[in-house]
Nanobody
Framework: EVQLVESGGGLVQPGGSLRLSCAASGFTFSKFAMRWVRQAPGKGLEWVSNINSGGGDTNYADSVKGRFTISRDNAKNTLYLQMDSLKPEDTAVYYC???????WGQGTQVTVSS
């Protein structure tokens, strides 16, 4: 059974940092590109970032470029999202997903507020 489990969300002040993790199981993690997406309150899904299977190729939405860093550890079957210089508009539920959009995690809440 494919499982993606996010963790690391929480409440942080503007300008702060958080590191999200996504633990993968039930498939060969190292063979799949992955992505992070988010959904802010009352809004639709927003793609955040992609990373290829080896971790050497990444892409970011303009809204997070220069502040967020996606990475992965294939030995640990884990995807990461380092979020720095957080803004209130980054408040959302963050999901990891396989690149095919076929499997998603349950999401982790990130709230940026003073």
């Amino acid at each position: 059974e494919v499982q993606l489990v996010e963790s690391g969300g929480g409440l942080v002040q503007p300008g702060g940092s958080l590191r999200l993790s996504c633990a993968a199981s039930g498939f060969t993690f190292s063979k799949f590109a992955m992505r992070w997406v988010r959904q802010a309150p009352g809004k639709g899904l927003e793609w955040v970032s992609n990373i290829n299977s080896g971790g050497g190729d990444t892409n970011y939405a303009d809204s997070v470029k220069g502040r967020f860093t996606i990475s992965r550890d294939n030995a640990k079957n884990t995807l990461y999202l380092q979020m720095d210089s957080l803004k209130p508009e980054d408040t959302a539920v963050y999901y990891c997903a396989r690149i095919l959009w076929d499997y998603w995690g349950q999401g982790t809440q990130v709230t940026v507020s003073s």
